[in-house]
Each structure stands twice: as structure tokens, then as C-alpha cells.
């Protein structure tokens, strides 16, 4: 006896699976009746596919005694409204993807499901492929030994699509996309719920994650790592990465066709279709469609390949991303409309308005004789991360005194949230404090020259974050203060100091690799809708914001010698700010660099030293690394967790160039043998040419 299907939804996935449908017999499926808001559109659905019955109205539909399962087809913000109406109808249920707006909505429907004794499936339609069937018969088998990483990739450009981008539609990369990757690394850890989750994200003007990186560490050292955006396209494969070998899920991994198991590839075509489709593989619907008649023909009320338990907890795991990156449905709010406490977690209040009243007591007023005295100047974002990553260092070794900020009332939040003792109302007023050692100058690079000239001729010493400066000009003449004055003075580029680029020295040093041929450095991340990175008067632009990581590391391992060529090929935005930007150097002895940088799209974010002898890889993140992989063997450096919310990825990490400082000043030495004046003067230089050759100028090289 054939499945009566019902189609709730007359849009485009419904009609690609009634295509889908097609390529099924005809004896085990059948469309019996189509349902949508818009009785036209049904009847015009309905003429196009054959479909015997149709409904103006999706009540109309739960009533008919001969639908056996509805497929529920429209948009996610209704399904948990429309799901719960056939359930208490008592009609089987195969609800698309994602199952409903949050983790609430998604056990509403399993309860109701329970409570009817009827059939309820997400529609992750993936799990059904026979691709994903081998996948699973590989792992059950340990074909590539036990399992430590997997990485998944999706992205796609849907930023002209209103369901993607509009909030009041259920917009974002998340929700639509990002589903696919989650449930793949769910799939592979057996429906285990990670230890830890952290996520970065870049958000729309509209409220909706763009794009979204998520990194998950399971039990026994396993680990995760998703990317997914509607703003750019990604590889869209998956990796399992195992202890004797791989499996690669090649794209679209959310549909696949080729498997990759250790460089052998195995091709699971699909049947063409009979109609046009609207999206990629879209005859793979079948597969999961001929799931559900198995399962309704041995009376199961859930399938093993997707249980209702795993689609909660992959809701978890979105409610938690949500949360970590700022995303908020108006579905958050409970039955009476009023936020609840978790949902107030999601939309991300960090409550930086509510300072509460301190007090300081004489220990927390009182110094010992050798910490390093901190004076802030600037209360933004890279400043709270650099107070909260000194949180991390002994006590007795470091304190921050005082915060500066053009505003006092920035400077007094500043201070609430983070304990420091005085906040003040302007950078002069910071210069003058007796008690300030060392000032960190974390205010936007255009305002560098200004800032550390103003510390400098007060005699206080100085790290400035990177870039430097705008024009190796500028640089110059930060560089002649410092010296001139004899205070010390260190650009930040935190990433010389981390314990990976530590060892990375030691190696080159050691020789391990033969000689350097070539190194390769990828930095690219979307931000191109913040405005430090669109405003050319914020000195925006991909070289100066993420370039220079490439660029530092590519000096560092050559040993901060001048290459003997550069050249740069790039794209800038009608207002002259580069966006993407690559570059090849070539230095002594025909040894190669190359490097992208680009705020518009997500890159590797790695690094790769090659030698005669062997290889360095930094995965990402390799402007903060925690990790190498020397000649295929991998070792970890941990970072040690904050204590506040970071706005960074890694900013912990920042506690390694404020002990280099500290060190030095112990020492009383001027400048770091780490990332010497020479070094930072070359990375100026190099960014001056890569601009000259792009056409960029900026407001300061006319100065």
C-alpha cells in the first residue's frame, strides 16, 4: 500500500519534493493533497504535480482522513505553530529543516508527538543520502581509526534573498545553513553533546548571523570546527580527520554525490529529475521521503538515522551559538510575550550599562614593589580584552592603575566593568598619573602617532596595537620619540609572543625544517560591514586590519629580512579601501612568500612554512595559534581561559606580549629582541609599497 502524502507549503522545496517524489514508485508513494495559505497557488501547485486534492487552508489538510504523513514545507518560523496543529490532529509528521526557531519550540513539538503516538522526523535530509550511509559504515568500522577532528563548510551567497537576511523571516546563516554542518559533526560523534562550544559570528544590520564560526570539543580530545555564511562561498565539504586517515564529504556535503576515504573516491549518483529543480541534488529528497515509509511500515515513531533526541540537542547547540554571538528571534520570548532569562542570555546582554557601586579596598589600592603598573588608553573592545587576558597573569606581576577614554563616562563603564581604580577623562590626564609604568595604546591605529608621541614625550613607556602606524612615515617618527625620550616602546603584535611562535623559532633555528623555500599565510574574515573596516577616515582596509598578521609572520620566519621583490594584486571598494589583497615576495636564495588578506571573505586562516627537510603548518587561527603541526605531528598550546566575555577569538593570548614587556622592563631594556624597532619599521615600509601599488593613499600620506 502506497504512503498518502499530504504537502503543507507550496513553495520551492515543496515543489522540489514532489519532484523528488517522482523518482519513487508509484506504488510505494503518493501526493494526495496539497495544502497552502493561498488556495490559487495550491491549485496551481497542484495542476503542475498531479495532485488529486487541494486546501486553501492548512486545517483543512490536518482534517483529511486519507493523508498518512504531512510534509511540512514552509517557513521555519512557522513550524512550530503549524507542526503542533497536525500533531494533535494525529497526523505523522516530517517537519523541514530546522525543526522550529529554538530549543522550546523544537521539545513542544516532541511532547505533542508523544502525546498523539505519532511518527515526527526533521527533515535533515543528508542523513538519508546513501553517501552519509557509507560515512556511518566507515566510522562503525574505524576505517580511519579513531576520529579527532572534523570540519565542515558552507557557504553560500544569499544576501539578495529576503528569507535569509530578514530577521521577522527567520534570517540568517545559522538557521538555514549552518544546520547541515552541526548535524554532520553530530552525526559522526554519535549524537554527543559537546563539552564546549564557542562561536564568532558577524551579524547584519538586520539582526541575523552572516557568517559564523564554531569550534566544539567533544570528549578524548576530539574536536569540531564548523564555517558557515550566506555572505561568501566556502569549499562546502566536510573532513573527518582520524588517526590512519580521512574521509572527505566533497561539496555540496549537505547533498553529496563523491566520497573521498583516503584519497579513494567513490561516486553515489543521483536520478535526474523529470521537472526543473529549484535547489542543488534536490532529487535526494527520495531518500529521506522512503525513510519515513520504512519507518511508519515498522511502526516506528522516530527514525534512527535523525531521533527526536538529537534534533533537541542540535537545537541546544544553535540556542548556544545564538547566545555567543548576539542573536535574537522574537519565538524567544515565552507564551506571554516576556523575554526569558535564557533568552536574555541569547540576545546577548552583557548588562554594560548596569555598573554597580565598588568599593576599593587598601589591598586592591596597593601595589607590591614589582608589578607592572598598567595605564589603558582607550576603553574599546581591544582594550577590554587586553584587561581581561592580564586577569589571567599573576596579581602580584601585573595591575592596571588606570583607564583613559575621551569620554569620562566611557572610561568610568570601563572601570566599573573591569575593576580598575581610576578612570580618566582624557588621554593628558593618563600621561600626567605618577603611578602608570606602561601605557597599552588600544585606540584606532589612525590615532597611534598622536597617542604614543603624547605618552612618550611624558616619559612613559609604551605597547601600541598593531598596525604601528598609518605610513612608515608615522612609524619613523614614533620610533625617534621613543628613543629619543629613552622610554621603551613595542608595536603589539601579539602573535610573536604566543608559545606556538615560540616553538616556531626554535625550530627554524634548530634547523629542523632543511632550508626555507616558501611560506604561505591566508587571513581573510567578512568584515566589510564594520565600519572601522569600511571607512577609509578609521583607517580602514584588509592590509593594515589583517594583513600585517601575514605579513609579521612572513618576516618573522625569514628572520626580518628586506625581500628583494613585492608584489600586490588586489581589489578596493569604490571609496579606495582594499578589501582583498594578495601578495608575492621573494627574498634571497629563491625563497617565496605569498599571502592573502581579505575582509570581505573567510579564508583558511593558516600558515605553511616548507623546507627541504619538512613542514610547519599552523592551522587556524594563525594570528593566535594554539596549535602546530610539525611534519604531520600535531601539538597543542592551550590558552588559558578568561574570566570575562572576550570580543576576540583567543584574546587570553594577549598575556604573552605584556610579559615580554614586563620582562624588558626588568631588564631595562628599550625595545624587544622578540619584535625589535627594525622589524616594525620593515612591516611599515612593506605596507607603504603594497599600497603604492594598489593605489591606495590615505589621508595621513598627504600630511
Known sequence: MATQWGLCGAGKISHDFSVAMKTLPPGDHQIAAIASRSKDQAQEFAKKHGIPKVYGSYEDLAKDPDVDIVYLGVLHTEHWKVGLLFLKAGKNVLCEKPFAMNSRQVKDLVVAAKKSNVFLMEAIWSRCFPLYAEVRRLLAEEAVGEVKLVKAYFGSPQLSIPRSVEKEL???ALLDIGVYCLQFVLMVFNGERPQSIHASGVLLDSGVDESVVVVMK???????????????????????????????????????????????????????????????????LRYEAEEVRQCLLKGLKESPRMPLAESVLLTEIMDEIRKQVGVCYSQDADYTGRVTDESDKIAGDTSHSKCLPRTLGAAQLTRSNMATRWGICGAGRISNDFVVALKTLPAEDHQVVAVAARELRDAQEFSCKLGVPRACGGYEELARDPDVDVVYVGVIHPYHLSACLLFMNAKKNVLCEKPLAMNAKDAKQILACATANNVFFMEAIWTRFFPASVEIRRLLAQGELGDLQMVRSEFGVAISHVPRSRLKELGAGAILDIGVYCLQFICMVYGGEK???????????????????????KFSKNRMAVFTCSSTVLLPNDALIVGTKGNIRIPAHMWCPTSLVVNGKETQFPLPEPSLPLNFLNSTGMRYEAEEVRQCLLKGLKESAVLPHRDSLLLAELEDELYRQMGVANSQDCQ
Open 563 to 585: 625581500p628583494e621583490s613585492v608584489h600586490a594584486a588586489g581589489v578596493c571598494t569604490d571609496t579606495g579601501v582594499d578589501e582583498t589583497v594578495v601578495v608575492t615576495l
Open 170 to 172: 527567520g534570517g540568517g
Open 218 to 284: 567533544f570528549s578524548r580530545n576530539r574536536m569540531a570546527f564548523c564555517t558557515f555564511s550566506i555572505a561568501v562561498r566556502l569549499p562546502n565539504d566536510a573532513v573527518i580527520s582520524g588517526t590512519r586517515g580521512s574521509i572527505q564529504v566533497l561539496g555540496p556535503m549537505h547533498c553529496p554525490t563523491a566520497l573521498l576515504v583516503n584519497d579513494k573516491q567513490t561516486e553515489f549518483p543521483l536520478p535526474d529529475p523529470s521537472l526543473p529543480l529549484n535547489f542543488t541534488n534536490s532529487t535526494g
